[in-house]
């Protein structure tokens, strides 16, 4: 009797401790502290808030508790009949108005900080995309496109738990094996120890801008500019995702938010500039028919292929085939148009403000004549320029003198 007494005892004293290999883990668990002074607010407001509930839960389920034991039926207690106690009454609806007030307070103080604008140094722009995030910084004029890294992308198609080293032997994930799904073709650059206000809105349809480490999260809506901002301190390499469920692919579109120094910020926005600027020269040159479809075979791969597959095959009964596909095989206006606006309705998205130009001329031309499609054709950067434009095609040819005064357009590729 005594040892099965003493088993029991042990037995529950070892599932008593089960749960202290999870308190190893209590840093994964719980909210981070992230690395601005916000996020380090919001995390002691949280922690200080969890504080208060914990407290309230031992003491409530403690009187509970200890009241049934002392009193319950085998000692022989009799219930008390007494009804209305206008003391307790007034102590049970006091006591927790006092506790709400005394979190109220400090609460709205950090919800007040959160929102208040004023002092900002710099303004980025950022817009959410079926699966993409563009960015446009204000100040500067830089603006790209932020997408899920193409080799991850590849890797995901294989199935979420691939060996990525075995998926990919002759890939290099510069290490990033641990991001798997986390990691984007161009990251969003920001100085540390600036104000950066973040304006958030949507092209399609509802996302959310969320990254942890900078207390950051909201709405991307159509139509509608909500704001937010962070003040870094610490350089290094801050990682979100969308937070929305914005769709069959929304678990695919991360955030990778790098903070640098301010020199080296200042480096990267002038390095993009010309790279925006040489991108959008590209348009106004002609190009070798093999240039474009070397080109068009990088951008099919970090933008189409995921959909479209490898070998242009497609998925039957979900994305056509490229390979002899009558839209990339005839006539070329259509070709141009679906790519550039998409087909409503179904998951071909409108790539006109995604690619570039020239991004577009190669694709197109690369689909073309690959796969077995051999048209032979080439479609010229200028060509997509001039209908963008809203200038017709055939007159493109001789207006690069006029072109090349408009503003410059997005690209998303030769930016990185
Ligand atoms: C998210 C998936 C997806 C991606 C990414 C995608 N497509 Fe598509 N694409 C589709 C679907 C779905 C259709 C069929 C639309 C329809 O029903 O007409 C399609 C149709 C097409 C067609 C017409 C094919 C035919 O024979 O009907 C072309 C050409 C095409 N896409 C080119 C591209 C190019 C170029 C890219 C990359 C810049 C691209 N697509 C990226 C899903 C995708
Ligand atoms: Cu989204």
């Known amino acids: 009797m005594t040892s099965s007494v003493s088993r029991w005892a042990l037995l529950s004293l070892v599932l008593l401790m089960l749960p202290l290999g999870a308190w190893a883990d209590w840093g994964a668990l719980n909210m981070p502290r ?169 092209a399609d349809v509802i996302h959310s801008w969320w990254v942890e480490d900078l207390a950051v999260k909201k709405d991307a809506i159509p139509g509608f500019i909500n704001e937010n901002w962070a003040l870094i301190e610490k350089p290094g390499i801050y990682r979100g995702k969308c937070a929305e469920l914005c769709g069959r692919d929304h678990g695919f579109m991360p955030i990778v938010v790098r903070a640098v120094p301010q020199e080296e910020f200042d480096t990267w926005i002038a390095d993009k500039k010309v790279a925006m600027a040489a991108n959008a ?71 006109s403000q995604v690619l570039s130009d020239a991004d577009i001329a190669a694709v197109i031309t690369y689909q073309r004549n690959a796969f077995g499609n051999d048209t032979g054709d080439t479609v010229q950067p200028l060509h997509i320029k001039s209908l963008r434009m809203g200038l017709s095609t055939d007159k493109g040819a001789d207006l690069p003198g006029k072109v090349a005064s408009m503003p410059a357009l997005n690209s998303n590729t030769g930016v990185n």
């Open 281 to 351: 020269a590209q348009a106004d040159r002609q190009w070798a028919h093999q240039q474009l479809v070397a080109n068009g075979k990088q951008v099919y791969e970090a933008n189409c292929m995921s959909c479209h597959q490898a070998e242009g095959q497609g998925i039957p009964g979900m994305f056509p085939a490229i390979a002899g596909s009558d839209v990339a095989t005839g006539n070329i206006d259509t070709h141009v148009d679906t790519v550039m606006n998409g087909v409503a309705g179904t998951m071909m998205s409108k790539f």
């Open 34 to 202: 992230g690395v601005t002074q916000i996020s380090n607010e919001v995390y002691t407001l949280h922690m200080r808030i969890f504080y208060v509930c914990v407290a309230i839960g031992v003491a409530v389920f403690g009187v509970m508790i200890v009241s049934m034991y002392l009193h319950r039926k085998s000692r022989g207690v009799k219930p008390a009949d007494f009804h209305e106690s206008t003391t307790v009454e007034i102590v049970w609806t006091v006591v927790p108005l006092i506790i709400l007030i005394a979190m109220a307070i400090p609460a709205a103080r950090v919800l007040i900080k959160m929102e208040d604008f004023s002092d900002s140094e710099m303004s980025i722009k950022v817009t959410g995309y079926q699966w993409r995030w563009q960015y446009e910084y204000l100040d500067s004029g830089v603006s790209f496109y932020s997408q899920l890294d193409a080799a991850h992308n590849q890797a995901r198609q294989q199935g979420a738990d691939v060996d990525l080293a075995k998926a990919f032997p002759g890939t290099s994930f510069h290490g990033e094996e641990d991001v798997y799904l986390r990691q984007v073709d161009n990251e969003l650059v920001v100085p540390v120890g600036k104000k950066i206000r973040f304006l958030h809105t949507a």
